[in-house]
């Protein structure tokens, strides 16, 4: 059944030079191996596939969360604001927001989109 598969998370995007050009230089990815129909990047230990598609940017919601330790989130956020990524915020209960930064019980995390507006985010408190 479908459960015993590995799931990739796929990315629409409508010009895949530009979206190679913020995966690989403004986020450091490495492209993995290249398909017919877009790009596999290797994050931790899973996959994520950037292909072009003429619904790139109508998804509103997260697209795809990075998983960080609460060590390493900091240092994540400032290497992101580092490569001037601005952070999005919006109101969702018991959240409190500062400088961008969601914290929301003992989890912390911080939203931001990709040129064609998927939303990413990385966050804490996930595994």
């Known amino acids: 059944?479908?459960?015993n598969l590995t799931a990739i998370p796929a990315l629409a995007v409508k010009d895949l030079a530009a979206?190679?050009?913020f995966y690989?230089?403004?986020?450091g990815f490495?492209?993995?191996?290249?398909?017919?129909?877009?790009v596999l990047y290797q994050a931790g230990q899973s996959q994520f596939l950037v292909y072009p598609s003429a619904y790139a940017g109508?998804?509103?919601a997260t697209a795809l969360s990075f998983m960080a330790s609460d060590e390493?989130?900091?240092?994540e956020v400032a290497a992101l604001r580092d490569k001037g990524i601005k952070f999005?915020?919006?109101e969702y209960e018991g959240t409190e927001?500062?400088?961008g930064v969601a914290t929301m019980g003992d989890s912390k995390g911080v939203w931001f989109t990709d040129p064609d507006g998927n939303i990413l985010s990385v966050a804490t408190g996930m595994s």
């Open 72 to 75: 390493s989130f900091d240092a």
């Open 1 to 3: 059944m479908l459960s």
């Open 19 to 21: 979206a190679r050009e």
């Open 88 to 90: 999005q915020t919006f």
């Open 97 to 99: 927001w500062q400088d």
């Open 58 to 60: 109508t998804n509103k």
């Open 30 to 38: 490495s492209p993995g191996s290249e398909t017919v129909g877009g």
């Open 24 to 27: 690989e230089n403004v986020l």
